[in-house]
């Protein structure tokens, strides 16, 4: 008899975990590269190193082969992810360097916040990159824990090509400085942040999580811990992605050793395509055209794979356009969260991320392509992409540099509106503009509507539109209270070009 009650219990116990389980609302897992080119991921067609793990990630999940960025450079493509918001609505543009004046302002809803809505435990852990002023870091922005660097890895002192501009790099914990980081700290990051991560599944494996992994690889300066150094024929850069892809396998590990492999959702994807001039030290875009800091293919498409077993079906491929700002209204729902109140971007695709037969795309807008300050560059529909006059950076067919030193950038322009047919032409090299007049027409007239919304300096000379919204803002005083952290000694003169 006594045998038989605790058999009772323990099956009780049992129903009461899986109930428990199965009315659960999915954890959230986002791994989010830096400068990682279309081209860099096996399933992508990588050369000179190979990602098994990401590899089975897109098996077992969905490949996104048409995967957008918000935008084309760091902080940019950063706040859309988290935001839902093309980056310029909410004044966040470029990236911002040490002791910027703006940031994400705290009047803008996250996607940490919106899972703080529903109970969720979260965390970041690595490059945040949305303002380093106490104000602007995570744990103001809905994340409860938070380690890592607060901009880009090049923007400090031993940087060959702009370090005597930049103060040393602080690494933090919270939203205090631990210490500054040195080379040491560079070549074990991606080993720290994956160790963070694999601790912070284990820990919340009871609750709901979001966990926001933004590794500051592979941007340049490369770096690599000994482990990784040497192990692929591609050199650095391969040993860079290599490291970066048994950090997929690692967290992907704690996420089924733990139980948690059904109710999770893991998306991996980057924040703009390959700095190119930076040769071997960069990565590959190809077959799309031109690469980091440009409104083309090869900036602003991604390589981007999602997991959830039984959610999303495995081992298939989707070619319909989407981007970085869907994320969050397509997770609100997903978690039964309200929209933030203020106007947002992004729009639920979730019948495309889970393969549902006829799922289109619900932007009746296209998507708008913005670049520098407030610069519409172009604008998308399925296929059809139409750009407009603007200037651009491109490396006009000659290589990269060697070693983490780059080459140099020529200087392009458009004069007139070129139209591609991506579905043909992924690598843009037909114009199709005068043999589809019509496309062209109604490409045009949604511009329009990006120019009355969100302005355009090059053809309203504003930086603003009717819906443009300011991002948060230091004081006089707090800028100056941040410079003096970050050069106690006072910033140094910079270095005059030769």
């Known amino acids: 008899m006594k045998f038989s009650r605790i058999a009772l219990v323990l099956s009780l116990v049992f129903a009461a975990l899986i109930a428990s389980a199965e009315d659960r609302p999915p954890n959230v897992v986002i791994i989010f590269t830096d400068d990682q080119g ?125 370090g005597a501009n930049f103060p040393p790099l602080p690494l933090f914990d919270g939203n205090e400085r631990l210490r500054i980081a040195d080379e040491g700290d560079q070549k074990m990051m991606t080993t720290w942040l994956t160790t963070k991560a694999v601790d912070f599944i284990n820990r919340k494996k009871h609750k709901p999580f979001f966990l926001y ?89 991604e390589p981007c794979i999602m997991r959830w077993p039984g959610k999303i079906p495995a081992g298939t491929i989707c070619d319909t356009p989407a981007m970085n700002i869907d994320l969050l209204p397509t997770i609100a729902n997903l978690i039964d969260a309200d929209l933030p109140e203020k106007t947002i971007d992004g729009l639920d695709i979730w019948p495309i991320l889970a393969g549902e037969e006829g799922a289109t795309n619900p932007h009746k807008d296209g998507y708008w392509f913005y670049y520098k300050r407030n610069e519409l560059h172009a604008v998308s529909e399925g296929k059809w992409k139409l750009y407009f006059p603007h200037q651009y950076r491109t490396m006009a067919g000659k290589p990269g540099g060697n070693d983490g030193t780059p080459n140099s950038y020529a200087s392009a322009k458009l004069t007139e509106p070129e139209l591609y047919n991506l579905a043909d032409d992924m690598s843009e090299t037909k114009n199709v503009a ?50 003096k952290i970050h050069w106690p000694n006072g910033k140094p003169a910079k270095k005059k070009k030769k």
């Open 38 to 162: 279309y081209e860099d991921v096996g399933v992508f067609g990588a050369k000179g190193f190979e990602t098994p793990h990401l590899d089975k990630m897109a098996a077992e999940g969905r490949k996104f082969t048409h995967w957008y960025a918000a935008q084309a450079v760091c902080s940019a493509s950063r706040t859309g992810l988290l935001t839902g918001c093309y980056p310029n609505r909410i004044g966040m543009h470029g990236a911002l360097g040490p002791g910027s004046r703006t940031g994400l302002n705290s009047d803008e809803m996250t996607l940490a916040e919106v899972f703080k809505t529903k109970g969720y435990a979260t965390a970041a852990f690595g490059k945040w990159h949305l303002g380093d002023h106490k104000k602007f870091l995570p744990l103001q922005h809905g994340f409860d824990e938070y380690f890592g660097i607060p901009y880009s890895n090049d923007m400090w002192p031993k940087h060959p090509t702009s």
């Open 213 to 301: 992994v933004p590794h500051p690889q592979p941007h340049v300066p490369l770096y690599v811990s000994d482990r990784f150094a040497g192990t692929t024929e591609r050199g650095l850069y391969g040993d860079v992605i290599a490291e970066i892809d048994w950090s997929v396998g690692e967290i992907l590990n704690a996420i089924k050793t733990n139980g948690l492999d059904d109710n999770t959702l893991v998306i991996f994807t980057s924040d703009n395509g390959p700095w190119l001039s930076y040769g071997t030290h960069g990565g590959s875009a190809l077959p799309l055209r031109e690469g980091k800091g440009t409104a083309w293919e090869g900036g602003m498409r």
């Open 434 to 483: 005068a043999e589809h007049p019509e496309v062209v027409k109604s490409l045009l007239a949604k511009a329009k509507i990006a120019r009355v919304e969100l302005g355009d300096k090059l053809t309203t000379n504003s930086d603003k539109g009717a819906g443009s919204r300011s991002p948060g803002l230091l004081t006089d005083q707090e800028v100056a209270d941040l410079m």
